[in-house]
């Protein structure tokens, strides 16, 4: 049982190069959830999804795609990079059933020039 | 909207000793949950302690222990015995039940635990 796995660790981008963050969990949870993390800020909430096939916009979704075609995958695109997504993005899951209990993944650090 | 405030940026405490952080929050909720996760180095969020607003009872963790006033919206983490390894961001925040678990953050506030 691996939890909540994120790749890459860390990349690098070039400003308008395109990327997807991959998240995947092994849990079978419905919910799961992009945030970002900014110097200085808490995690904010991009896109949530609560079952395959299910996502919607969270506080800050704009420059950023999500689909969920599968219950264990949530991947992130990022279509034009941009620096202001300079960020740290963390991926978390968790039940329907215990929706207040979330699994957090390691994170995935983003830089863009 | 739900709004979390965590007004401390920085914290000291000795080894041993107990130290409190602050939170305050604005909802015009009733019921809902209120968390601190730990971020350590790793940049790892590990959930600390959780309180449901309908609960009365103040949540404890072995040496992690909350005062929630729910009519004055304020949720702070009381460490007691700090330790090394407490060293770590710590974060406050908020979920509404049957929200599609949105959580809200606070700033975070850095706690440094000195030898």
């Known amino acids: 049982n691996a939890g909540v796995t994120q790749t890459p660790k860390f990349q690098v981008l070039k400003t308008g190069q395109s990327m997807t963050l991959q998240c995947a969990q092994d849990m079978n949870h419905e919910y799961m959830s992009w945030y970002r993390q900014d110097p200085g800020m808490g995690l904010r909430l991009i896109h949530y999804s609560v079952g395959a096939g299910i996502t919607d916009q969270g506080e800050v979704p704009n420059g950023y795609n999500v689909s969920r075609s599968t219950t264990e995958d949530f991947p992130l695109r990022l279509l034009s990079a941009a620096p202001s997504q300079t960020s740290v993005y963390f991926c978390?899951?968790?039940?329907?059933?215990?929706?207040?209990?979330?699994?957090f993944g390691p994170g995935t650090r983003l830089l863009v020039l | 909207a739900q709004t979390v405030t965590q007004s401390q940026p920085e914290m000291s405490v000795q080894e041993a000793e107990t130290v409190t952080l602050s939170c305050t929050y604005d909802t015009s909720e009733s019921n809902y949950y209120l968390f601190w996760y730990k971020q350590p180095p790793s940049r790892q969020m590990i959930l600390v302690i959780r309180?449901?607003?309908?609960?009365?009872q103040n949540a404890t963790e072995n040496r992690f222990s909350v005062n929630f006033q729910k009519a004055a919206k304020s949720f702070s983490l009381k460490i007691s015995d700090s330790q090394l390894g407490d060293t770590a961001m710590y974060f406050c925040?908020?979920?509404?039940?049957?929200?599609?678990?949105?959580?809200?953050f606070g700033s975070g506030t850095k706690l440094n635990v000195k030898p």
């Open positions: 978390a899951s968790s039940t329907d059933v215990d929706a207040e209990t979330q699994y």
């Open positions: 925040a908020f979920m509404k039940p049957y929200n599609f678990n949105k959580f809200y």
């Open positions: 309180q449901e607003a309908y609960k009365q």
